[in-house]
């Protein structure tokens, strides 16, 4: 682990990795960006939003028998509610990602390829993506609203972006974000809550 100081209230910002290149400033909430040994503040996050979930920064689950930890994490509203997007750091190195959305999770990897276009979208039809056929579910609009901990990009807070939700037989999911100018390619499974074994998980009165 890297702990540098906020250059905007000189407060240690961890960085666990090099994997990760930015992070938000657990004091004062500003935005920084790794660039090596030095620190440089790209703005601010707002404050999230309380939205029930019992994840946290901090925790620690299992995905597939390989641990990670909860890093970070990016949330965003769409007109179905909140939905997070949790940075994963796995033991093996790898980054991944959890979204949750609606009670519903699920463990997704970044794609090297690139997806179709905004325009080339429809409901319904079938996009090959890694040599899997997926159906297009859902296209919707999701804000950018907040941020927290150590995340592999740089979140366009404030900004909203297209998203098309994809599904594949035996669990399989994708997504394509369309947040900036080349779409990128989210690919993975969805999975039971139990399933990917939590620990250190918030307190959530009346919940068990």
Same mark, same amino acid.
């Given at each position: 682990?890297?702990?540098?100081?906020?250059?905007?209230?000189?407060?240690?910002?961890? +960085?666990?990795?090099?994997?990760?290149?930015?992070?938000?400033?657990? +004091?004062?909430?500003?935005?920084?960006?790794?660039?090596?040994?030095?620190?440089?503040?790209?703005?601010?996050?707002?404050?999230?939003? @309380?939205?029930?979930?019992?994840?946290? @920064?901090?925790?620690?689950?299992?995905?597939?028998?390989?641990? %990670?930890? @909860?890093?970070?994490?990016?949330?965003?509203?769409?007109?179905?509610?909140?939905?997070?997007?949790?940075?994963?750091? +796995?033991?093996?190195?790898?980054?991944?990602?959890?979204?949750?959305?609606?009670?519903?999770?699920?463990?997704?990897?970044?794609?090297?390829?690139?997806? *179709?276009?905004?325009?080339?979208?429809?409901?319904?039809?079938?996009? $090959?993506?890694?040599?899997?056929?997926?159906? $297009?579910?859902?296209?919707?609009?999701?804000?950018?609203?907040?941020?927290?901990?150590?995340? *592999? %990009?740089? *979140?366009?807070?404030?900004?909203?972006?297209?998203?098309?939700?994809?599904?594949?037989?035996?669990?399989?999911?994708?997504?394509?974000?369309?947040?900036?100018?080349?779409?990128?390619?989210?690919?993975?499974?969805?999975?039971? +809550?139990?399933?990917?074994?939590?620990?250190?998980?918030?307190?959530?009165?009346?919940?068990?």
């Amino acid at each position: 682990m890297i702990e540098r100081k906020c250059p905007s209230c000189g407060a240690m910002v961890p +960085f666990r990795t090099s994997i990760m290149l930015l992070a938000v400033c657990p +004091f004062c909430r500003s935005l920084v960006q790794r660039k090596d040994l030095d620190l440089e503040k790209l703005g601010e996050s707002a404050q999230l939003q @309380v939205d029930g979930t019992p994840i946290q @920064v901090g925790a620690r689950g299992v995905y597939r028998a390989s641990l %990670f930890d @909860v890093v970070g994490r990016v949330q965003l509203k769409t007109p179905h509610g909140y939905w997070n997007e949790w940075s994963l750091l +796995f033991a093996d190195g790898r980054q991944g990602w959890l979204g949750e959305a609606q009670g519903s999770y699920a463990v997704t990897f970044k794609l090297e390829e690139k997806g *179709p276009a905004r325009a080339d979208i429809t409901l319904g039809m079938t996009v $090959v993506l890694a040599q899997r056929s997926y159906e $297009v579910r859902e296209v919707i609009s999701a804000s950018y609203l907040a941020a927290e901990g150590e995340l *592999p %990009f740089r *979140p366009p807070l404030g900004e909203s972006a297209d998203a098309a939700d994809l599904i594949s037989e035996g669990g399989w999911c994708a997504t394509i974000d369309y947040s900036e100018d080349k779409p990128i390619v989210f690919a993975g499974e969805y999975q039971g +809550f139990d399933a990917l074994q939590f620990s250190g998980l918030k307190v959530i009165e009346g919940w068990a």
